[in-house]
T-cell receptor
Framework: QQQVKQSPQSLIVQKGGISIINCAYE??????FPWYQQFPGKGPALLIA?????SEKKEGRFTISFNKSAKQFSLHIMDSQPGDSATYFC????????????FGGGTRVLVKP | DTEVTQTPKHLVMGMTNKKSLKCEQH?????MYWYKQKAKKPPELMFV???????INESVPSRFSPECPNSSLLNLHLHALQPEDSALYLC???????????FGQGTRLTVV
């Protein structure tokens, strides 16, 4: 059972454009929602994270929007740059389950110059 | 120091070999994790150690054997692997009361 669904699977955006990735979860016990960026051959790196008591969080060009009632959250990458080309994973976890991360399927983002 | 260091970076092993993967962190984190990642797929949790004790085993085959000798070190012992076990093996750590996970660069394992 896939508990976190991520879309789209891939995304092409022009330099300077906005990349939007969406995730939906099923388990209302999740209490932490991070986004990870992964470059080929490297481990995932935490980009930004949010908890369900906040509806939006912004760090630089990266913004998470969180809709608790819809059980959805999304990542917006503003002013996308070629260096942002990577695979992005949303994830969810809960302290009651040992903080183990349940990942979405991933989105491959390509930013064209 | 916010690094999780994994060695080796690459490993090729035969199906009858015994090898070990090593993970080290010096952030004082008390929870450490092994994940397996196949190409174009998300990481999948294998094991969780909390305060040096195995707390979660995600029904991983016994040919994978984890070990946590101390709070900074995590090993994954490999024996009699199959070609389908070829993947990127990722180690991660978290402070027990914080869910931010730091990942290592991974070990690219190829079983021949």
């Amino acid at each position: 059972q896939q508990q976190v669904k991520q879309s789209p699977q891939s995304l092409i955006v022009q330099k300077g454009g906005i990349s939007i990735i969406n995730c939906a979860y099923e388990n209302t016990a999740f209490d932490y929602f991070p986004w990870y960026q992964q470059f080929p051959g490297k481990g995932p790196a935490l980009l930004i994270a949010i908890r369900p008591d906040v509806s939006e969080k912004k760090e630089g060009r990266f913004t998470i929007s969180f809709n608790k009632s819809a059980k959805q959250f999304s990542l917006h990458i503003m002013d996308s740059q070629p260096g942002d080309s990577a695979t992005y994973f949303c994830a969810a976890s809960m302290r009651a389950a040992g903080n183990k991360l349940t990942f979405g399927g991933g989105t491959r983002v390509l930013v064209k110059p | 120091d916010t690094e999780v260091t994994q060695t080796p970076k690459h490993l090729v092993m035969g199906m009858t070999n015994k090898k070990s993967l090593k993970c080290e962190q010096h952030m004082g984190h008390r929870a450490m994790y092994w994940y397996k990642q196949k190409a174009k797929k998300p990481p999948e949790l294998m094991f969780v150690y909390s305060y040096e004790k195995l707390s979660i085993n995600e029904s991983v085959p016994s040919r994978f054997s984890p070990e946590c000798p101390n709070s900074s070190l995590l090993n994954l012992h490999l024996h009699a692997l199959q070609p389908e076990d070829s993947a990127l093996y990722l180690c991660a750590s978290t402070r027990q009361e914080n869910t931010e996970a730091f990942f290592g660069q991974g070990t690219r394992l190829t079983v021949v």
